[in-house]
């Protein structure tokens, strides 16, 4: 079952069993879908929908503080509750420990020394997010080459 398939049978779950939130957010990931479909022309792949579940999950946890800092609990549980949803269809997410040991890898692998300060740390960066790409957050690699890079 691919995931657009599972989304769709998760959704129509989520409608008999009157689970409103799980609905609404799985219907606003289908209309990403949707959106992308319609304007590239193109039928979407899991690796794509990967991609949109990512965007969505960046985008409510951007908000989170917003709407902490405003002190609107409702939403901050609200948004809380539709990441949780997003999470399980996205894949698992690798730990700071692997994601060091990969920035690790890839600066010997382009020659970027240990310590080198952030003069190496565009290409460090550029040679990282295409192998951690919906497997990682940006930031969480970000702090990790900033830490290698010292």
């Known amino acids: 079952m691919t995931l657009k398939e599972r989304l769709n049978a998760d959704f129509k779950d989520a409608m008999k069993n009157k689970q409103t939130i799980r609905k609404e957010t799985i219907s606003f990931v289908r209309a990403a879908i949707k ?4 304007d590239n022309r193109e039928e979407i792949d899991d690796a794509g929908i990967a ?3 990512t965007k ?3 985008m409510r946890k951007d908000a989170l503080a917003d709407f902490e800092s405003a002190g609107r609990m409702d939403l901050v549980n609200a948004y809380n509750a539709e990441i949780e949803v997003l999470t399980e269809y996205m894949p ?4 700071d420990d692997e994601i060091m040991n990969m920035v690790k890898e890839t600066a010997n692998s382009i020659g970027v020394e240990e310590g080198n300060g952030k ?6 960066m550029g040679a990282m997010m295409p192998k951690v790409k919906g497997v ?5 690699v970000k702090k990790a080459v900033e830490q290698f890079l010292g």
């Open 35 to 38: 959106q992308y479909e319609v």
């Open 51 to 53: 991609s949109i579940l």
């Open 56 to 58: 969505q999950v960046k």
């Open 92 to 95: 698992e997410q690798l730990t």
């Open 119 to 124: 003069a190496s740390m565009g290409k460090l």
């Open 136 to 140: 990682a957050d940006g930031n969480d």
